[in-house]
């Protein structure tokens, strides 16, 4: 078992991110707080399962802003999901979830994007507002740049948006243009 604690920097807006990762040799599990000052505020908790292959099977995001508290919650249910326990058939077929404040969930079709240089890998997404905790079908594309490079495309709710990403040989994201990135804590 090995855990470690990563740290995110919004680079669009004030924020940060704090994640505790745990990988088991049967699980994945994590952990994170992101504290953002955009649209008034907002903190978020977000509880993630895992299964070996780096596919998510639960995912709980909790939200406090001005408006109050909210909470959501994103279950794997054979090749769809159900969200607050009742089944979307608009999911079906949706590979990942894809939470909007974090880059970890990034992590999940970036360790399944062929390794070789103009490789991509299309999916379908459960794409989660984080601060609306509203759940929709989007589409994306992963193309390799190279071993650590990755061109993000979005192909769904968010068209035309593109970023190029940095990963650590974990496929865990160090620079995702526009948005986030990873930060060393301070001793």
């Known amino acids: 078992m090995s855990t470690s604690v990563l740290f995110w920097r919004r ?23 992101t504290i953002c000052l955009d649209a008034g505020g907002y903190r ?4 993630w399962r895992l299964d070996a292959e780096w596919h998510a099977l639960t995912v709980t995001v909790e939200r406090w802003n001005a408006q109050g508290h909210g909470l959501l919650h994103l279950e794997r249910a054979g090749t769809g999901w159900r969200v607050d326990g009742l089944l979307r058939p608009d999911l079906e077929g949706a590979e990942e979830p894809d ?4 880059p970890f969930c990034n992590s999940f079709p970036i360790r399944r994007t062929p390794l070789g240089a103009g490789e991509s890998l299309p999916l379908d997404t459960a ?3 984080g601060p609306a905790l509203t759940v929709a079908r989007s589409r994306q594309r992963y193309d390799r740049q ?10 769904g709710l968010s068209l035309g948006f593109e970023a190029d990403l940095v990963v650590d040989e974990n496929g865990l994201v160090l620079h995702y243009e526009h948005l986030f990135e990873r930060v060393p804590p301070t001793a």
């Open 11 to 33: 680079t669009d807006i004030e924020g940060l991110e704090r994640l505790e990762l745990t990988i088991e040799p049967d699980r994945i599990t994590a952990t994170a707080t």
């Open 44 to 47: 978020i908790d977000h509880r």
């Open 146 to 155: 190279g071993p650590e490079r990755l061109r993000y495309v979005d192909l």
């Open 99 to 102: 939470l909007s404040v974090t």
């Open 127 to 129: 794409f989660i507002d």
